[in-house]
């Protein structure tokens, strides 16, 4: 079985790239021979969707594909054919990445038939999805976030299948505070909440793999 996490942060090595690590170990924990990877959307360069519209032709042999080639072309071939895939996405401007926004409409706009009596066969896999922000959990529900996620999450609910979701608030953002203007932030609390909180979401993440990697199982 197959496996991908796909990672929106421009960061390989912070909060949204180490919950992705994680879920895909939980999903190593149910699936020890499956395949996993995962792939970090700042590697290479690609375009969202250029709404050339190949994906639709009558009788085009690229209906129901992406026909743009770029580095994301053979990636999209692979994670569509998937038994299960992770988006992890930090919060920029209340909103996950531009990278990974481009990604998602690579991923789904082919699939989505422009007609009331047919539809595009393809892999309905389960989904995941994880945010990172500087919001507490509090804020978030207070400005809304949680509600541009459900539409983030609405086309792939459509497509594939309704994902599941873990929530990461108030990250740890720099290694040394002290080196950037940032008294917006407490930082010995962030601190504190690094070394108390984050394991547990760490946690949460191998769970939400673990969810997917059964999703799989029974959708196998
Ligand atoms: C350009 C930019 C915009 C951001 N906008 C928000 C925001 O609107 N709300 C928020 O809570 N955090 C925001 N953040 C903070 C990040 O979402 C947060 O630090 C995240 O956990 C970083 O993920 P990473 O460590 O995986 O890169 C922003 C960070 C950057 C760099």
Redesign the pocket.
């Known amino acids: 079985m197959k496996f991908f996490a796909i ?1 929106g ?3 390989k090595n ?6 992705l690590d994680k879920s895909l170990e939980g999903i190593k924990s149910v699936f020890p021979d499956a395949s996993t990877e995962r792939i970090d959307l700042y590697d290479f360069p690609f375009h969202g969707c250029r709404s050339c519209f190949a994906c639709k032709r009558v009788n085009g042999k690229h209906y129901g594909r992406c026909v743009q080639k770029d580095d994301l072309k053979p990636i999209l071939d692979k994670v569509v054919q998937a038994d299960g895939v992770i988006l ?8 996950v ?1 531009g990278n990974m926004r481009c990604f998602e409409e690579r991923f789904m706009f082919p699939f989505v038939a422009y007609s009331k009596t047919e539809t595009v066969d393809h892999k309905k896999m389960p989904l995941a999805c994880i ?5 507490s959990e509090e ?2 529900y207070q ?1 809304g ?1 949680h509600d541009l996620h459900d539409h983030f999450e609405m086309g792939l609910s459509m497509v594939f299948s309704k994902p599941e979701h873990l929530y ?2 108030e ?3 720099f290694k040394d505070y002290s080196r950037y203007v940032s008294d917006a932030f407490d930082e010995k609390e962030r601190k504190l909440l690094r070394e108390t909180q984050f394991p547990k979401d760490l946690e949460n993440a191998f769970d939400l793999g673990r969810k997917i990697a059964i999703r799989a199982k029974q959708h196998d």
């Open positions: 990672n942060s421009p960061r912070c909060n949204t790239a180490q919950l992890g996405s930090p919060i920029y401007f209340s909103d990445t945010y990172t922000m500087n919001a804020i978030s400005i976030y990461v608030y990250t740890y953002q």
